[in-house]
């Protein structure tokens, strides 16, 4: 594996059974390293780096194996690679049906894809492509939940620039949910300290939350409403109302 262990241990593929069973269902596909050249070559940043000046088409094999993949997801696929997602991509916003909606996706130019490349791209090696069931997420949804060895340090609402009246609204059942979660992930967790990023549905009339990402507890990450300047995580939940930062404690 190309990346730093830190990272690859966040990967879909280094996750134990329970968090992918608490995850959303997808579809591994394996890339090949040209392939990977493919995928990266749509970046022009990624060409100048590699000096690379012809266009490669993606191999039948791999397009084959998202047609496959897809049929799996009647209602929709969403792409990514192990590392991280076209989100910049303003195509996101719906599911992906077609192999013709996949390519519009990840043929597009995309800093964070082709930065991701790099590594693989370097060692000559593959990466993993996944088709996640696409599932609607509302932003107010979204939560970044802050582990260090495997103490819950903070949570906080994931969209920082704006304020969510469902949060206020369902403030209870929210950090209920979340403290589900966390009870969850400290159990099942196999890294110490980690970020995870979590959504949260419906489920027989209570709210639950489901895992999307892992991310390296890394500085470069962003710490939503806490701040690593300031290092004042304090183990509440913090969320945005009136404009200002909310921070609800977590243990009842
Ligand atoms: N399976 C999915 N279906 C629909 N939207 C998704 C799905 N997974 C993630 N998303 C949305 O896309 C965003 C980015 O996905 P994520 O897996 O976190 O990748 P990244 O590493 O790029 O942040 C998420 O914050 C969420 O809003
Ligand atoms: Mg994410």
């Not at 084959?64 to 989100?87: H, I, M, N, Q």
């Not at 950090?175 to 589900?180: K, P, S, T, V």
């Not at 959504?199 to 209570?206: P, R, T, V």
């Amino acid at each position: 594996m190309a990346y730093p262990k830190a990272v690859s241990d966040t990967f879909f593929a280094s996750w134990p059974d329970a968090l992918k069973q608490a995850s959303v269902p997808h579809e591994e596909i394996p890339i090949s390293p040209d392939d990977v050249l493919a995928l990266a070559a749509n970046t022009p940043e990624f060409c100048e780096k590699f000096a690379m000046f012809n266009h490669f088409d993606l191999s039948q094999d791999f397009l084959d194996e998202v047609t496959a993949g897809l049929e799996k997801f009647p209602s929709g696929a969403f792409p990514r690679l192990d590392y991280c997602s076209w989100k910049e991509s303003c195509l996101l916003n719906s599911p992906a049906r077609t192999l013709r909606d996949v390519e519009a996706i990840i043929l597009q130019p995309n800093q964070r894809i082709a930065s991701a490349l790099m590594e693989p791209a370097i060692h000559n090696q593959g990466a993993n492509f996944y088709l996640r069931e696409w599932i609607d997420m509302p932003r107010w949804s979204e939560f970044r939940i802050f582990m260090r060895d495997r103490k819950i340090i903070g949570i906080s609402q994931y969209y920082t620039t704006e304020q969510f009246p469902q949060i206020q609204q369902s403030l209870d059942d929210i950090r209920q949910a979340l403290i589900e979660f966390c009870l969850f992930l400290y159990k099942e967790s196999h890294l110490e300290t980690v970020i995870a990023d979590v959504f949260l549905s419906n489920q027989n009339e209570k709210l639950q939350a489901h895992l999307i990402e892992l991310n390296p507890f890394l500085k470069r990450a962003d710490p939503c409403l806490y701040s690593w300047e300031k290092s004042d995580f304090d183990g509440k939940f913090r969320f945005i109302k009136n404009e200002r930062v909310v921070a609800a404690p977590m243990a009842s």
